[in-house]
């Protein structure tokens, strides 16, 4: 009997480490939140928005002077110092080529001090009803509740595909 005890015992306080790890960002009842949660609900509730059709995701997020960073060896990698710059020469060129929006369809957000990760799929259908899907890890350095560095982590196969295959609308 002594042993079932101790087994249950056990089992519950694995349990309860378990639950304690798996906790969200949201700061211990009467306790002030931290940095590091608040960074992580900033980035989790702007892409909750960005999956419910919102289309602020990068204004929510991104400080006006962010440097994002494309890794990769391909044409679409790089480095982009500005906001609107990145949106410029990135997001709208590609956006322009797809006739739904690319979509998240699963996200995790993590985060460590001012650091947050965002794993997340998307999925979105170009203008010549292809479909187009994609695996993305992006680093957020934030400051202040925005990102001033990203570093971006994506297949870039599919992204240059939908690129090549679909006609850049004329302006």
Same mark, same amino acid.
């Given at each position: 009997?002594?042993?079932?005890?101790?087994?249950?015992?056990?089992?519950?306080?694995?349990?309860?480490?378990f639950?304690?790890?798996?906790?969200?960002?949201?700061a211990?009842?009467?306790?002030p %939140?931290?940095? @590091?949660g608040?960074?992580?609900?900033?980035?989790?509730?702007?892409?909750?928005?960005?999956?419910a059709?919102?289309?602020?995701?990068?204004?929510?997020?991104?400080a @006006?002077?962010?440097?994002?960073?494309?890794?990769?060896? %391909?044409?679409a990698?790089? @480095?982009?110092?500005?906001?609107?710059?990145?949106? @410029?020469r990135?997001?709208?060129?590609?956006?322009?080529?797809?006739?739904?929006?690319?979509?998240?369809?699963?996200?995790?957000v993590?985060?460590?001090?001012?650091?947050?990760?965002a794993?997340?799929e998307?999925?979105?259908?170009?203008?010549?009803?292809?479909?187009?899907?994609? %695996?993305?890890?992006?680093?957020?350095?934030?400051?202040d509740?925005?990102?001033?560095e990203?570093?971006?982590?994506?297949?870039?196969?599919?992204?240059e595909?939908?690129?090549?295959?679909?006609?850049?609308?004329?302006q």
């Amino acid at each position: 009997m002594r042993a079932l005890a101790t087994r249950a015992l056990a089992w519950c306080l694995c349990a309860a480490m378990f639950t304690a790890s798996s906790l969200t960002t949201a700061a211990p009842c009467g306790q002030p %939140s931290t940095a @590091e949660g608040d960074n992580k609900r900033v980035v989790a509730e702007a892409f909750h928005r960005w999956v419910a059709g919102g289309t602020s995701f990068f204004n929510d997020v991104l400080a @006006e002077n962010v440097v994002w960073r494309i890794k990769g060896s %391909s044409p679409a990698a790089g @480095e982009f110092e500005g906001r609107e710059a990145f949106l @410029e020469r990135a997001v709208r060129p590609f956006a322009a080529r797809l006739s739904t929006p690319v979509r998240p369809t699963a996200v995790r957000v993590f985060a460590d001090g001012d650091h947050v990760i965002a794993h997340w799929e998307g999925s979105g259908v170009a203008r010549d009803g292809r479909g187009y899907s994609n %695996s993305y890890a992006w680093i957020f350095r934030m400051h202040d509740g925005k990102a001033t560095e990203v570093t971006a982590y994506l297949d870039l196969a599919p992204y240059e595909d939908v690129v090549r295959r679909i006609p850049a609308p004329q302006q």
